[in-house]
């Protein structure tokens, strides 16, 4: 009898994930607010990622002068329409966002997967270097980290003055991994996801081509993304680099710091000048 429920748990399991990947992406296509609602000047975008999928993104102006753009690529969850909350204190501080939806997610077009996200996020790096002539830090949070990795492999960055990366796991086998490790009828089947999810495509393998200054981001309370995952992260990159952990902060809310929002400031206007070649630093906010 034991052996027949673990054989059962085992099947299971395994054709769980062997469409695991589609459980990465949580798109939806409700519109939770707009920055009109916040007397913010926008512009509505559509452009094509390489495939021809119509694509949607907003660029949010701040109300007074340009101090420069954040590009946004955001996490698996909703759509831009509420992501870009998050961002109102950097727009308050007189920057633009860019922040784009992938595939599915709100008014663009298609089906969600991890390669057409990744040509998505490529797209946006794309349009945005062809519509604005000035150098811009780009974020990814959460899955968004992934996607902007790979994203800027294999193309022109120039235009790209540094990277953030904000709550990124380490791999997509890592992270089903880490949460079936948590309980205990799936402890014993934590080998399967590396058979059945892509390693192409992780961010410990991409992170260390990057050829710009980079900034990770956690909250040490995020118990959806372990804090180990950007230190892992932050350990495989290439100097310069800097690593932010944010105590009692969950998930992608370190920005939320005060603190934090007066370094990231100061980081966004030094930009390179920040760092020099052999640069790497940690810091702890309370």
């Given at each position: 009898m034991v052996?027949?429920?673990r054989?059962?748990l085992?099947?299971a399991?395994f054709?769980l994930f062997?469409?695991?990947a ?8 409700r ?6 609602y916040?007397d913010l000047?926008?512009d ?7 495939d021809?999928t119509s ?20 996490g ?12 109102l ?10 922040i ?6 709100g ?7 991890i ?9 946006a ?10 150098s ?5 949070q ?7 990795l790979n ?7 120039t235009r790209?003055q ?10 997509f ?5 880490a949460k079936m490790d948590t309980f205990w ?7 399967i996801p ?11 393998d991409r992170?260390?081509?990057v ?8 909250g040490s309370?995020?118990?959806i ?11 495989a990159?290439?100097e310069?680099k ?5 105590k009692?902060?969950?998930h992608i ?10 370094d990231?400031?100061e980081f ?6 920040l ?5 790497s630093?940690?810091?702890i906010?309370?």
């Open positions: 052996t027949l429920l054989s059962f085992f099947l399991v054709i062997q469409g695991c589609s459980h990465f992406f949580q798109p939806d296509q519109v939770y607010t707009t920055p009109k916040y000047k926008y509505d975008i559509y452009f094509e990622s390489y021809k694509l949607h993104a907003w660029r949010i102006y701040p109300s007074t002068k340009s101090k420069g753009l954040v590009f946004v690529a955001h698996n969850a909703q759509n831009l329409s509420s992501h870009f909350v998050g961002w204190w950097l727009i308050e501080e007189g920057y633009e966002v860019f784009f939806d992938y595939r599915e997610y008014k663009s077009q298609g089906k969600s997967s390669k057409g996200s990744i040509e998505d996020t490529r797209a790096l794309d349009y945005l270097d062809k519509t604005y002539d000035k811009y830090v780009a974020i990814g959460s899955l968004g980290g992934t996607m902007l994203a800027v492999e294999s193309r022109d960055n790209i540094a990277l953030v990366i904000d709550s990124t796991f380490v791999g086998a890592h992270i089903v991994k009828l799936t402890w014993p089947f934590q080998w590396s058979l059945s999810l892509n390693a192409d495509y992780d961010a410990k992170v260390k081509d050829k710009k200054p980079l900034l990770f981001i956690h309370l995020d118990n993304i372990s804090v180990d995952a950007s230190w892992n992260l932050f350990e990159s290439s310069p800097e690593m932010w952990i944010v009692n902060a969950s809310q370190g920005l939320s710091n005060k603190a934090v929002q007066e990231f400031i966004l206007e030094k930009g390179k000048k760092y020099n070649p052999h640069y630093s940690l810091k906010y309370h």
